[in-house]
């Protein structure tokens, strides 16, 4: 069933071209009838859902930088987001997570010193800082705990 949503969104866009229109509503509403299809509630960890959250919230804030800064900061923050929502995936799977929750610390620091940059460079402003910063405290507490569990856990 996952892999029913990209086929179904390029018939639509096959189709939608052949008419010579695009309409955003009805590749919305396939979207959505896969991702109610694929996402069952409850079915994420809620790390994950709120990287997923963090994530979806700052890109389009990324996206509003100046030129010359969105290809410099712009792709090394969209790159941290992107690669510790892999790695929070792969800690979902894997036994030995302790490493990858290791890596996602560091990857959490780093984003962490850039968004410090981008206030201190007037891209972002305070208010989405704190916000940021409050969402970066909570899932930094998450991966704290999700990782003493699996230490206690591999001890035993």
Known sequence: MRFAFPFAILRLLRFTAIQGTCDTRSVAR????WNAATMKPGEELPVIREWYELTTW??????????DQKFLLGDRL??????????LIEAKFRRDRIGVLDQINVQLEKLRFLLRLCHDLGLLQSKAIGDCTQRLLQIGTQIGGWRRASESRERT
């Open 78 to 87: 969209q790159s941290l987001l992107l690669d510790v929502l892999d790695l």
């Open 58 to 67: 700052l890109l389009p804030k990324i996206s509003k930088f100046p030129r």
């Open 30 to 33: 396939e979207f959505e009838k």
